[in-house]
């Protein structure tokens, strides 16, 4: 038995899918349906994880297991005719050469099936699954990545509880674009919001625009504060001197006006520049 028909079986024989069987070694499906059909072959590095995740020695893997033929003497004593057979042309398959831009590394030591560290990255379909996680696709508590996932994630996107990324959707959002209950952005939209252009309940920024308050230079809210500013209950900024003159509870003051019920947590956000 070759190593793609005997992978083939340890994965039925478990019940797994070409992809979830992936999922676990930490490569894609289209790796695993190479291996299976033959046209590629692991690395000596996916050998042994492979081995370790069947609980078979890497021989066994490569060759399947041995069963001794047992032959009778009546079976040897019986004359065979010769037969002449074609000689067998044996195509080489050359083993897939590992990608010079791609580096793995999975540590031994695991937190509920997760390894603690699993880095991933190169030119290709690689991701990484692990208690920190660094890859072209990383999920994990942190996760470093392209696309990042996880409650602490850093990437180009990001998602999770705190984000940081060009593209972030978090409950902390810390980005050029981001969205999320607090966020912090070029372009912010949430319940608290501080950017360029934020949006959002209580909003900050160049550009402030709020269902609530807004503070900014162009503040469009029904409580705004700012050098442009449109509302029901407004202060008119003429210059950076006076916001040394506008007090943090004069604000509050406003909002309670306004909105008596709204979280003191918003309103303190709204002040955050008068404090």
């Known amino acids: 038995m070759e190593f ?3 992978l083939q079986r340890l994965r039925k024989e478990r019940g797994l899918s070409q992809e979830e069987l992936g999922e676990k070694l930490g490569v894609s499906r289209q790796t695993i349906s190479k291996w ?27 060759n399947g297991k041995k069963e001794d033929a047992v032959r009778t003497l009546a079976e040897d004593e019986q004359f065979v005719p010769e037969v002449v057979q074609e000689p067998e042309v044996t195509v080489i398959t050359e083993p897939e050469k590992p990608s010079p831009f791609h580096f793995e590394y999975r540590s031994r030591a695991e937190i509920r099936g997760l390894p603690l560290v699993h880095i991933n990255y190169g030119l290709g379909d690689y991701r990484a699954r692990g208690v920190i996680s660094v890859g072209n696709a990383s999920t994990g508590i942190l996760a470093v990545g392209i696309l990042a996932r996880g409650l602490i994630s850093v990437g180009i996107i990001s998602l999770g509880l705190l984000g940081i990324g060009v593209l972030s959707l978090a409950v902390l959002a810390v980005a050029c674009v981001g969205l999320g209950l607090i966020s912090v952005a070029g372009i912010a939209i949430g319940v608290m919001t501080l950017g360029g252009l934020a949006l959002g309940v209580v909003s900050i920024g160049g550009c402030a625009v709020a269902t609530h308050a807004a503070v900014g230079g162009v503040a469009i809210a029904p409580v705004s504060v700012g050098f442009i500013v ?30 008596p019920n709204m979280p003191f947590i918003l309103r303190d956000w709204a002040t955050l520049l008068f404090m």
């Open 4 to 6: 793609n028909t005997e």
């Open 230 to 259: 449109n509302g029901d209950s407004t202060i008119v900024l003429r210059d950076l001197t006076d916001i040394s003159q506008v007090t943090a509870e004069q604000i509050k003051d406003m909002i309670a006006v306004k909105f």
């Open 36 to 62: 299976e059909n033959g046209s590629a072959y692991p690395d000596m590095l996916n050998l042994m994880t492979i081995s370790e995740f069947f609980g078979v020695t890497a021989d066994e893997l490569i």
